[in-house]
């Protein structure tokens, strides 16, 4: 069982570059969602997904999109890339409201 | 403001001893808490999930909830080398799931 698998694992971007991330579950969770993770500020939401169709903003929205393109896939894309991006993304899926999430194992971002 | 705060620390102690980690959050429809563990370079995973008020024990393991004080707390008896690691506390009333800075923990041998 893989549970929450991110593609890719490492990415160097040059600023204003684009790039999609990709996360997919196979857990059969409703909901879905991408944090991102710097030193000293936690986890953070950029977007998330609460059912199939719907995605909503987060904490930290700006210079993200997403797409649920269906029930087990979510991707965060970069449509031009800042050295402020420059972190860890996680994905994470939970059944619904008021159940535990699980995450995948993030992708490590660099913008230079 | 974040929704959810907590003191990063670090935090070190020696083998055996009682790890106390604290958060307190502002949300008043936070009904869903959640402590999850995350070692270096990895993702974090779910070590408490709590509903409510109360307390809830698994193994070494302790999760307290205080909604009259907004306060969340994670106890580790007998604490080994192999706990050593990031702990995330973490709150959801809804859909959104917001989490602490986290607390790094070492335990010393």
């Given amino acids: ?112 | 403001q974040k929704e959810v705060e907590q003191d990063p620390g670090p935090l070190s102690v020696p083998e055996g001893a009682i790890v106390s980690l604290n958060c307190t959050y502002s949300n008043s429809a936070f009904q869903y808490f959640m402590w999850y563990r995350q070692y270096s370079r990895k993702g974090p995973e779910l070590l408490m999930y709590t509903y409510s008020s109360g307390n809830k024990e698994d193994g070494r393991f302790t999760a307290q909830v205080d909604k009259s004080s907004k306060y969340i707390s994670l106890f580790i008896r007998d604490s080994q080398p192999s706990d050593s690691a990031t702990y995330l506390c973490a709150g959801s009333g809804d859909y959104k799931l917001s989490f602490g800075a986290g607390t790094t923990v070492t335990v010393r041998a």
């Fill in chain 1, 1 to 112: 069982n893989a549970g929450v698998t991110q593609t890719p694992k490492f990415q160097v971007l040059k600023t204003g570059q684009s790039m999609t991330l990709q996360c997919a579950q196979d857990m059969n969770h409703n909901s879905m969602y991408w944090y991102r993770q710097d030193p000293g500020m936690g986890l953070r939401l950029i977007y998330y997904s609460a059912s199939e169709g719907t995605t909503d903003k987060g904490e930290v929205p700006n210079g993200y999109n997403v797409s649920r393109l269906n029930k087990r896939e979510f991707s965060l894309r970069l449509e031009s890339a800042a050295p402020s991006q420059t972190s860890v993304y996680f994905c994470a899926s939970r059944q619904g409201a008021g159940t535990e999430a699980f995450f995948g194992q993030g992708t490590r971002l660099t913008v230079v």
